[in-house]
């Protein structure tokens, strides 16, 4: 199973970015889209795990705060802001986050912990990454996808 795990996407979806989409069986977002659209997009390449961003306002008051699910054997626990995670989590092998807009790939607690970075406008002078992960056999392989400085 491939999915495509991304975050602060802040209403820009890159083509490079959609390119990877395309290949994957299940996206996952970590909060910051910012608009429907992109929402309504990113539901068109795969099905869609997606949490709300402390940008995503009013339009977006029915996406979750968290979301714990479980794709291929593997269990992920999303959420947008690294300091919402619970203390304890149980059950979980993979907590994905954005936010900080850093990439982060980490093992910590007996889980693995992904930050994808953002995809979505630069900001500062910070690197536009996302996450290609591929699960075998309930091994994970994490890949950091760069995405190229191009003025959109």
């Not at 029915?62 to 479980?70: A, G, K, Y």
């Amino acid at each position: 199973m491939k999915l495509a795990i991304l975050s602060d996407t802040h209403g820009l979806l890159r083509p490079q970015v959609v390119e990877h989409l395309k290949a994957a069986d299940v996206i996952l977002h970590g909060g910051d889209i910012n608009k429907q659209a992109i929402v309504d997009e990113l539901r068109q390449y795969a099905p869609l795990y997606i949490v709300r961003g402390n940008n995503d306002k009013e339009w977006a008051e029915e996406l979750p705060h968290d979301v714990t699910v479980t794709l291929d054997g593997v269990t992920f626990y999303l959420v947008h802001n690294k300091k919402d995670i619970p203390p304890h989590l149980s059950g979980v092998d993979v907590v994905v986050f954005g936010h900080s807009h850093k990439y982060v790939q980490e093992e910590k607690d007996g889980m693995l912990w992904l930050n994808p970075g953002s995809c979505g406008p630069r900001r500062f002078h910070q690197e536009i990454t996302m996450m290609m992960v591929e699960i075998t056999s309930k091994t994970i392989h994490v890949e950091k996808v760069l995405i190229p400085h191009v003025t959109p």
